[in-house]
């Protein structure tokens, strides 16, 4: 079954990249800023607002700059269960 609300990647992505920016644009910081703080090329950054294209590690180099970087701690972490027995046999 096809769910038809779930989102693309990169409707995923350009989200993330909106919300970046909106926390970029909270802390008042410049692009230019944002890339030196990241430890990252200005072009990197700016191809990231734009296009949404980024690799995981300046990912994670934004998200510590922001003082987000605890965000990644809940991705992958929800447990997923096929059965009752499943969140049973989970407690034990």
Do not use: W
């Not at 644009?25 to 734009?50: D, I, P």
């Not at 949404?52 to 998200?63: A, C």
């Not at 965000?71 to 972490?77: E, I, T």
């Amino acid at each position: 079954m096809i769910d038809l609300d779930q989102q693309t990647p990169s409707e995923i992505a350009a989200a993330l990249a909106q919300r970046v920016r909106a926390r970029r644009k909270e802390l008042k910081l410049t692009q230019v800023q944002m890339s030196q703080k990241a430890g990252m090329s200005l072009g990197s950054y700016k191809r990231f607002e734009q296009t949404h294209q980024i690799s995981l590690e300046s990912l994670i180099r934004i998200s510590i700059a922001l003082s987000c970087e605890d965000d990644f701690d809940a991705l992958f972490a929800k447990r997923q269960y096929a059965s009752i027995q499943d969140v049973i046999n989970a407690r034990r």
